[in-house]
């Protein structure tokens, strides 16, 4: 199914439902409310990068276990199955390359979403109505759209849904915005955030070509528009093309404009500029902007 037509069969499964926050029920209770002995079964889609980090730090409550790995792409799918297996003692009993064999797997109490940006709400929304609970990566979605059903989603099946920004979670940024709220600064007029990556990601143009042995290339794209391969698009560098991602400015400015509002203490923005282009690297092969500069009000 391709991204319009699934968001309009979800536009009609959530129809009506209120945009509460995300968190549809109290994340406090999630490692306790299973007795004694039961654990919480995690199921991974996406295992190469961050993925696989945020299993590893779920696997460090005693209350939870991998039971499946999903990866289109075999060479990160085995690895991962022999690094749990190292740090766990056995191998996930369910290796899949199709992410809907973990949805439909009914042993499993939450997802971890680790693929590219175009698959989250996919993903997410059937987790939700499959009554799992789910820890997906940032950025949430690619449109305002998609992040609206996935709030509907989360929502309408009461299921714990977090987002990978984890700045909402550790100590040290709650003291500093409680610092900043305080007035102990005076009245903060201006905020100013910046990812200054230099040469850090330039792409060098390459021909198309056929994809690696073991990788499942049609199930990578989805819902994205059906292309033939090539090694810039795939894996880590999906964030710089519009069919998968929105840039630096989704990638690392999720984060870092996070840190802002949560010091401000404020929500959507009324206004929103932005300026910017190709200018460092015009020849490579990125499609997103290399410069960008974004005012928000």
Partial sequence: MDRRNFLKRSAVTVTGLSLNPLIGKSYSSVFGQSAPGNKIKIGLIGCRNQGWANLKTFLDYP????????????????????????????????????????????????????TPDHWHCLQLVAACETGKDVYVEKPLANTMEECDLMVRATRKYNRIVQVGQWQRSDPHWDEAAAYVQSGKLGRVRTV??????????????????????????????????????????????????????????????????????????????????????????????????????????
């Fill in 63 to 114: 209350g939870t276990e991998c039971i499946s790995l999903c990866d289109v792409d075999d060479q990160w799918l085995y690895q991962r199955a022999a690094d749990v297996e190292k740090i766990t003692g056995k191998k996930p009993p369910q290796l899949v390359k199709d992410w809907r064999r973990v949805i439909d797997n009914k042993d499993i109490d939450m997802v971890i979403i680790g």
């Fill in 192 to 297: 100013k955030v910046w990812a200054y990556q230099t040469s850090k990601w330039t792409l060098p143009v390459v021909p198309d070509s056929a994809p690696p042995a073991g990788v499942d290339y049609d199930m990578w794209l989805g819902p994205a528009p059906k292309r033939t391969y090539n090694q810039n698009r795939f894996h880590y560098n999906f964030r710089f093309f519009w069919d998968y991602a929105g840039g630096l400015m989704a990638d690392w400015g999720v984060h870092l404009l996070d840190y802002a509002m949560k010091g401000m203490n404020v929500g959507l923005p009324s206004y929103v500029y932005g300026a910017g282009g190709k200018f460092g690297y015009p020849d490579d092969a990125m499609e997103t902007p290399d410069t960008l500069m974004a005012t928000y009000k």
